[in-house]
């Protein structure tokens, strides 16, 4: 069974850099297809990509925060850290971690998520 | 603003059929795999359809979905009040090689 949970702080200063952990089980992200990625949902808006690494480690970020934004294997084999530097409050968000099926032939299946984490941004 | 465009919000009464739209360009819906996803409030949103028009494991055929050109389409028949929720379609985009989110529309069974 593949789950996935997101931890870190719950609050974050403004210009400070927020970091999560991705921890999932029931799959390698060695395998062949596989990727992990984040999405993060402010509140009362839309969904919003942030970016996905690879089974091979590639790694694809979203246009609009490729410059503050680092997507990383952890420690362990079943780590996926997200790095997001300078942050403002407009990045107030419940941020999910996401698997992306080895099946798929696009990035946009993502068949499991994460509970999400609930990030404010305030000083 | 998503470069893929839902409506805001949706309605119907129990057992009518809704469908919800999801508009895009050649550079994303008109290359690749449309996927749409259930999210209901303070819960982990949920694949509902991938590849255009298959269902995971535990989703009714009364939902299903297609795509035509750079547009695609979810349906709900037989409405019922726990499909109320907000739903998202998302696909991969060759120019920004980026996945994008529509802005999800709400579904209300009235």
């Known amino acids: 069974q593949i789950t996935l949970n997101e931890s870190g702080p719950t609050l974050v200063k403004p210009t400070q850099t927020l970091t999560l952990t991705c921890t999932f089980s029931?799959?390698?992200?060695?395998?062949?297809?596989?990727?992990v990625g984040w999405i993060r949902q402010p509140p009362g808006k839309a969904l919003e990509w942030l970016g996905l690494?690879?089974?091979?480690?590639?790694?694809r970020y979203s246009p609009s925060l490729k410059n503050r934004l680092t997507i990383t294997r952890g420690t362990s084999n079943n780590q996926v850290v997200l790095t997001l530097s300078n942050v403002d409050p407009v990045d107030t968000a419940t941020y999910y971690c996401?698997?992306?099926?080895?099946?798929?032939?696009?990035?946009?299946?993502?068949?499991?998520w994460g509970q999400g984490t609930l990030v404010t941004v305030s000083s | 603003q998503s470069v893929l465009t839902q409506p805001p919000s949706v309605s119907g009464t129990p057992g009518q059929r809704v469908t919800i739209s999801c508009s895009g360009s050649?550079?994303?819906?008109?290359?690749?795999?449309v996927n749409w996803y259930r999210h209901f409030p303070g819960t982990a949103p949920k694949l509902l359809i991938y590849?255009?028009?298959e269902r995971p494991s535990g989703v009714p055929d009364r939902v299903s979905a297609s795509r035509s050109g750079t547009s695609a389409s979810l349906a709900i028949n037989g409405l019922q009040s726990e499909d109320e929720a907000d739903y998202y379609c998302?696909?991969?985009?060759?120019?920004?090689?980026?996945?994008?989110f529509g802005g999800g529309t709400k579904l209300s069974v009235l």
């Open positions: 690494t690879y089974w091979d480690d590639d790694k």
């Open positions: 998302a696909a991969w985009d060759e120019d920004l090689s980026a996945v994008l």
């Open positions: 590849s255009n028009d």
């Open positions: 029931g799959f390698s992200l060695s395998t062949h297809g596989v990727g």
């Open positions: 050649d550079r994303n819906i008109g290359k690749s795999a």
């Open positions: 996401v698997h992306r099926t080895a099946a798929s032939g696009t990035s946009a299946q993502l068949d499991y």
